[in-house]
């Protein structure tokens, strides 16, 4: 495999698909979607009775909540104007059971309704995890790690607060808003429908806000997810940053972002800023005017001071749902955008799907056949198969040799079924791949990727990677025929040395070693070997390939190599380019027959020291 320096973050997508993310996000309203709604609604479906338990709760906490005002006046006109102390004792008592019964009553629908929220979350979080792992991979080709990642952590507890609190905080708002028009309004109608005056105002205020909010809190969430995606290639990338000196250039953008996002919020908090005080103000004006013309009341003996007070208590609590009615709406609104991503992933067609009526693949003898096999990446991509057609008998080993770009890996990636073809068929024992279970083919096929990847996680559990149940002993019989027990056993800790992130701590050869470990370990009846070797020394090569030998008895093997000193041997050659079989014959035919074959192999032969001594 070449140095990988260059390619700046290999699996990370493509960048500009942050750009296309943003626009995705401009689109998308944040309006009312039913859909939507209904599919995040499901989640709660399962905490049914606990819902129902925090909706009588927060029936209670609205009964209180409207009581004790109401309390206050019976007080004030009953036996405080009255002078009756005797009487005084018994309300005071009500009033403090009602406030004791109010706290245990929010406590608790706070209680569940967290509880709730919490479990809804993991859930979503859990089914997004699992949709990931089963798309196929032209989906995380096309899509960035850090904005997936993000849609899973951020857009989800966005949701999660409109899903647990919203719906029910909602109708106990409503309950309490509508309690104090009708108490207030059966009190004293006259005082009521004055101090009702400033509700246009509110509601013009609540309005102007959320058309505002709507917009700004789009852009953040825009925003966030690309500084997450900027951070994570970056980081991903440091290597080839670093190598090409480029700190400068990717702090800049990475300011950029940053800073955009930064400005994003506080145009989104100075929003809120600004409406919250305009609320509380209205507030003010409110009980002022309920001082003015109450008092005025009060003195012309139209109403009692306990009227009077209660309405002044019930003002203040007036705003209270309705400050939490508007901020629902931009939570609504912000939990729409982010419900419409998640939504979206969770209803993201799997293009690579079992049949329904797929079977297990049953065991094996090995023989693959691609019948005018036809592909492309995407469908604007250019062909990068073109009506291949080939069979591999049995136990066998075939090599396929090629220019870089000739598609060979991508015959691994159709093997395996990463990728569907567009036409033609591949058949392992004459079943299509298709009509078996994925899991069970992978089983049998299994690839040494030309990028190894390690999991960090320690050596021992690498190698053990395809098979769980395999015993230190069998581990350690694979290492040593791979070649890796050696440089395994230099490690003071041996196979519990831990693998670093990206494999950083092994040699690129040591990454192959142990891919070659772990599928020695797992023998497969359908082993690809994609320049696995081809960053190992041509001593230690040797010496696998006897092992590989051993292994690949009556086993089925293609082997892909650029060295062609290690495909010599191969039963059968394929040579291929632009995605066209262009010759085939085993070593010996091809270089008689003088054509591609011969001048790959010339030019390594007056290229390699190697290749000439043997
Ligand atoms: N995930 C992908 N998405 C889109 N195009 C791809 C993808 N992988 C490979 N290609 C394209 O398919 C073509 C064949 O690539 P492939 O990896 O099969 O070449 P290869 O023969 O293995 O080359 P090399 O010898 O360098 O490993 C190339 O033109 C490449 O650009
Ligand atoms: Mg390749």
Known sequence: MSFSIGNVSPGMGPRDALDRYGSANRENTGKFNPHVIRRLLAYLRPHTWKMMIALVLTLGESGLTLLTPYLTKVAIDQYITPRDASGLWGIAAIITVSFIALFFVSAGQRYLLSWVGQKVLAKIRSD???????????????????????????????????????????????????????????????????????????????????????????????????????????????????????????????????????????????????????????????????????????????????????????????????????????????????????????????????????????????????????????????????????????????????????????????????????????????????????????????????????????????????????????????????????????????YQTRVQEGGVNLSVGQRQLISIARAILAKPRILILDEATANIDTVTEAAIQQALERLLHGRTAIVIAHRLSTVRNANWIYVLDHGEIVEQGTHAELLDHGALYAQLYARQFTNSDNDRAE
Not at 246 to 274: D, H, P, W
Not at 280 to 300: K, Q, Y
Not at 338 to 356: H, M, N, R, S, Y
Not at 400 to 410: D, F, H, N
Request: charged residues 20%.
């Open 128 to 494: 997004l995890f699992r949709k990931l792992q089963r798309l196929q991979l032209g989906y995380h080709d096309n899509h960035i790690v850090g904005v997936t990642v993000s849609r899973v952590m951020n857009d989800v507890a966005e949701i999660n607060e409109l899903l647990s609190q919203g719906v029910i905080t909602l109708v106990g708002d409503l309950i309490v808003l509508v309690g104090i028009i009708i108490i207030m309004l059966t009190m004293s109608p006259r005082l009521a429908l004055i101090t009702f005056t400033v509700l246009p105002l509110i509601l013009l205020a609540t309005w102007v806000f959320s058309r505002y909010a709507r917009a700004s809190f789009r852009e953040t969430r825009s925003k966030i997810a690309a500084v997450v995606g900027d951070l994570a290639e970056d980081i991903s990338g440091m290597r080839a940053i670093q190598a090409f000196a480029q700190e400068k250039a990717s702090q800049e953008r990475f300011e950029r972002v940053n800073r955009e996002n930064r400005k994003a919020y506080i145009n989104a908090m100075s929003l809120s800023f600004i409406f919250l005080p305009t609320i509380e103000f209205l507030g003010m004006v409110a009980t002022a005017i309920v001082l003015w013309f109450g008092g005025r009341f009060v003195l012309a003996e139209a109403v009692t001071l306990g009227v009077m007070v209660a309405f002044l208590s019930y003002v203040t609590r007036f705003f209270q749902p309705i400050l939490e009615v508007s901020r629902l709406f931009t939570t609504f609104q912000s939990a729409m955008a982010g419900g419409e991503q998640v939504v979206k992933l969770l209803d993201t067609p799997v293009e690579i799907a079992d049949l329904p009526e797929a079977r297990e693949m049953p065991p094996i003898s090995g023989k693959v056949e691609f019948d005018h096999v036809v592909f492309r990446y995407k469908p604007d991509a250019p062909l990068v198969i073109d009506d291949v057609s080939f069979t591999i008998q049995a136990g066998s080993t075939v090599a396929l040799v090629g220019p870089t770009g000739a598609g060979k890996t991508s015959i691994a990636n159709l093997l395996t079924r990463f990728y569907d073809i567009q036409s033609g068929a591949i058949r392992i024992d004459d079943s299509d791949i298709r009509t078996m279970t994925q899991a069970s083919l992978r089983r049998q096929v299994c690839v040494v990727s030309q990028e190894p990847f390690l999991f960090p996680r320690t050596l021992e559990e690498n190698i053990r990677y395809h098979s769980p149940n395999a015993t230190h002993a069998a581990v350690e019989e694979a290492a040593r025929q791979a070649n890796a027990h050696d440089f395994i056993s230099a490690y003071p800790a041996g």
